[in-house]
């Protein structure tokens, strides 16, 4: 059973995606601070899986398997209902698809490798990305109904932003890397 613990959890990013949607369905304050509590939920269980597959030695290949796709689907999902609600628009839905385009062509590009038995790790400017997007969507989920003196969105936007920018590098790194292999 303790091996497949971190797969539980894992799992559990990928049953939330339904409810996340459909707080944005809720009207008024609540259905904000609904979706941020899944998301910060689903943020922490993506922490603790990693750290107990490798504390308790039970790194799986289907927890290698599900883990990014789970991170790539609930990310993909907030961006595209934030869109869709409003919550991101004007200027600001550019870093949005662009987080997105990347998480495509790298998820494409890891495959491929794979398949090659070439490995493409996680960079830290991955995990720095990977930090400002989920902060970025933190504070885009509470959106208005944060109290007056946060500016919840606008700092939401500028760590939008930031995670565009850096998602362009990263990108690039991957694909420099990858297309090493791909003669």
């Not at 944005?24 to 904000?32: L, R």
């Not at 990693?50 to 290698?64: D, F, I, K, T």
């Not at 998820?107 to 090659?116: C, P």
């Not at 790790?121 to 969507?137: D, F, M």
Request: hydrophobic share 55%.
């Amino acid at each position: 059973m303790k091996n497949q613990i971190p797969n539980l959890l894992t799992l559990s990013r990928i049953i939330v995606i339904p409810a996340l949607v459909a707080s944005f369905y809720i009207n008024g304050p609540i259905g904000n601070w609904i979706g941020f509590v899944l998301f910060a939920f689903a943020g922490v269980t993506d922490f603790f899986d990693g750290y107990l597959a490798r504390s308790m030695n039970v790194v799986s290949p289907l927890g290698r398997f599900l883990d990014p796709i789970a991170d790539k689907l609930l990310v993909a999902a907030a961006l595209m209902m934030m869109v869709a609600f409003e919550r991101i628009s004007g200027l600001a839905v550019l870093p949005a698809v662009i987080i997105m385009c990347r998480e495509i062509m790298v998820s494409g590009l890891r495959e491929h490798l794979a398949e090659l038995k070439v490995p493409l790790p996680v960079t830290v400017l991955a995990k720095w990305k990977t930090t400002a997007q989920i902060l970025a969507i933190g504070f885009l989920l509470v959106g208005d109904a944060s109290p007056d003196m946060i500016p919840s969105i606008l700092i939401g936007d500028i760590l939008l932003w930031i995670a565009g920018l850096v998602t362009v590098q990263t990108g690039y790194i991957y694909l420099r890397t990858g297309l090493k292999h791909l003669d």
